[in-house]
């Protein structure tokens, strides 16, 4: 069975700071694909960023980057100088080709000014 | 491009009452999902579409909810009788092909309270 975990209901962190959210998952599948999904209050769920399990470099986009580490079935996301816009909900999601999607339980990151 | 299309945007309904909820997906994408999220939780499989085919309802709960995507394109959702456990929002989301070549786009849900 695939079992995604976000360890961290909550999280905070400073205007311009850094943070890193965490996210394990299971699965028996060599080939799959990770993302991270943000849920902003009231509005609709939007992809930040993807990982084939195949590519050993790590995903950036502008900035969000993850940490892949395949043996150990981690998938952080780090967020860089952080913005009021990114508070929200986000989700790590899991899925194997051909099957669904498993969502994390996600983790609520608010922005502080 | 138009995103994907869900309605109502909230409905309030009695126990036992019926409800219906619609969704258009992105125009091509042939994978179509209904998922439930409840407040504060991630989104929860209901069922799976490929074309017209439903190759994954196994979570849906059958003995009150029942889908349909008959020309391959839109999809209606039906809760018949609700029950004051169905409060949640329904989310549709489409993607092309069904792998994760492609990841999912959702529509803005459905937000449903029973009383």
């Known amino acids: 069975a695939q079992t995604v975990t976000q360890s961290q209901p909550e999280m905070s962190v400073q205007e311009a700071e850094t943070v890193t959210l965490s996210c394990t998952y299971d699965t028996s599948e060599n080939n799959y694909y990770l993302f991270w999904y943000k849920q902003p209050p009231s509005r609709q769920m939007i992809l930040v960023i993807r990982q084939e399990a195949y590519k050993q470099q790590n995903a950036t986009e502008n900035r969000f980057s993850v940490n892949f580490q395949k043996a150990a079935k981690s998938f952080s996301l780090k967020i860089s100088d952080s913005q009021l816009g990114d508070t929200a909900m986000y989700f790590c999601?899991?899925?194997?080709?051909?099957?669904?999607?498993?969502f994390g339980p996600g983790t609520r990151l608010s922005v502080l000014p | 491009e138009a995103g994907v299309v869900q309605s109502p945007r909230y409905k309030i309904i009695e126990k036992k009452q019926p409800v219906a909820f619609w969704c258009n997906p992105i125009?091509?994408?042939?994978?179509l999902y209904w998922y439930l999220q409840n407040l504060g939780q991630g989104p929860e499989l209901l069922i799976r579409y490929e074309n017209e085919e439903a190759v994954d309802d196994s979570q849906l709960p059958k003995d009150r909810f029942s889908a349909e995507r008959l020309k391959g394109v839109d999809s209606t959702l039906k809760i018949q009788p609700a029950e004051l456990g169905d409060s949640a929002v329904y989310l549709c989301?489409?993607?092309?092909?069904?792998?994760?070549?492609?990841?999912?786009?959702f529509g803005p849900g459905t937000r449903l309270t029973v009383t």
């Open positions: 999601a899991l899925h194997n080709y051909g099957q669904n999607f498993v």
């Open positions: 989301a489409s993607s092309l092909h069904g792998t994760g070549e492609y990841e999912q786009y």
């Open positions: 125009s091509g994408h042939n994978t």
